[in-house]
């Protein structure tokens, strides 16, 4: 069995949110607690802070043209 070169190493939260959001239409809403969730869901190796995930998250969204719900004190 062989295992795809992406996946033996481990990816970053930039990676993860890019991968996530690549379907996602100019003026959609991103909500960082839900996409806090989804990378502590997929990459728990990760030791970003959720202060480092906000900052990411709001430069991947706004690079992809999204609008960003800071909802996580909710």
Excluded at 5 to 20: D, S
């Amino acid at each position: 069995m062989r295992i795809a070169g992406w996946a033996a190493r481990p990816a970053t939260a930039k990676l993860l949110l890019e991968l996530n959001l690549r379907n996602a239409q100019s003026g959609d809403i991103v909500s960082v607690k839900s996409a806090i969730e989804l990378i502590r869901h997929l990459a728990p190796y990760l030791r970003d802070t959720d202060d480092e995930l906000t900052a990411d998250i709001v430069e991947v969204a706004i690079g992809n043209g999204l609008f960003v719900c800071f909802d996580c004190r909710e």
